[in-house]
């Protein structure tokens, strides 16, 4: 069965039925009025600044079906879009989906698209609330998550963690580790494989991050470490030394990056869709065991913040690094 025979209205009443089901499971008490009117309405605590991202996948760039299930990719589209209010310090509040897709896909793949992004929704307590359908030359899924944050007494932006806060002496540390995404995605496309690697879901991390008060700047690592760095560091008008002997990397990470004949260093500074968190610290804030116990992930020292705008990138044997800036999209 495909989309063209059950038309807009039948797909939206089976989309809601999957987004009730999903709400159920993930307890949110957030959602006032969800699917089936004009708008969704939300409910926000007193004191909170309301936090909005939007993110898109599109067949061809980001994902194919020959490569990826359904499922697999709808699970993939909201991980990256909650990614996100991760590196904002964000609760979740919900998620509005716009699906477009030709008439000619199967009603099947379309519907576990839906499944996959509920299945998202359960576990991070984000409901679908909305959204939009409409017919296309090929899938795409974009997601818009909102999410709220402590207004506190840190200025305009409250207890939310920005990109323009590094200062000079801050420490650097990432979340989990780099350059597994990129072995995944070369491992598929080279051996004509499946494709199952998800980001992880650092929601809980990022709130945590957020409640320090030695926290400086932070962002999530979609385009490769080096490239979003770099975001950092003119963001906040400074420069960084990192010491790329300390990247942590996947357990066989080497072995299997000579296998397909990449360089493993290079994978993980720059490979990309990573999600993990990107974040500094003040001098006086804890060390990487003392912020995996508070953030529920495992926590790498990297570097430190420096005077300046250079960004200077230790190798083995102490040479300074020169290589590629990470994805770009245009």
């Excluded at 009730?20 to 008490?29: D, P």
Aim: proline share 5%; charged share 25%.
């Amino acid at each position: 069965m495909k989309l063209r025979d059950v038309g807009e209205f039948g797909l939206i009443e089976r989309i809601e039925r999957i987004a009730r089901r999903a709400a159920v499971r993930g307890g949110s008490g957030s959602v006032l009025l969800g699917i089936g009117d004009d708008a969704a309405l939300l409910r926000v605590r007193a004191g909170e600044h309301v936090a909005v991202s939007t993110d898109a996948l599109v067949e061809g760039v980001h994902f194919r079906f020959t490569t990826q299930a359904a499922r697999t990719i709808g699970r993939r589209a909201l991980l990256v879009a909650l990614s996100d209010l991760s590196a904002m310090g964000a609760r979740p509040l919900g998620v509005t989906l716009a699906l477009a897709a030709p008439a000619g896909l199967g009603v099947r793949a379309a519907l576990d698209l839906a499944r996959g992004c509920a299945d998202v929704a359960a576990r991070a307590g984000c409901p679908l609330v909305g959204g939009n359908l409409t017919r296309a030359r090929v899938t795409s899924l974009t997601l818009t998550v909102l999410g709220a944050v402590p207004a506190g007494r840190a200025g305009r932006a409250g207890r939310a963690l920005l990109r323009w806060t590094a200062r000079p002496g801050d420490r650097v540390f990432v979340t989990g580790t780099l350059g597994g995404a990129a072995l995944a995605r070369v491992r598929a496309e080279r051996l004509r494989g499946r494709l199952r690697h998800l980001p992880p879901l650092r929601l809980a991390a990022g709130r945590a991050l957020g409640r320090l008060a030695a926290r400086g700047a932070c962002i999530d690592v979609s385009d490769g470490l080096v490239a979003d760095l770099r975001h950092v560091l003119r963001a906040s008008r400074v420069g960084a030394e990192l010491d790329a002997r300390r990247l942590p990397w996947p357990r066989g990470f080497r072995a299997a990056c000579a296998r397909l004949g990449l360089d493993p260093l290079w994978t993980a500074l720059a490979g990309g869709e990573d999600y993990e968190l990107l974040f500094t610290l003040r001098p006086g804030g804890p060390g990487p065991t003392a912020l995996a116990r508070r953030l529920g992930a495992p926590v790498t020292e990297l570097g430190r913040i420096t005077r300046g705008r250079a960004l200077r990138i230790v190798g083995p044997g102490g040479r300074v690094l020169e290589g590629p800036a990470g994805y770009r999209h245009f």
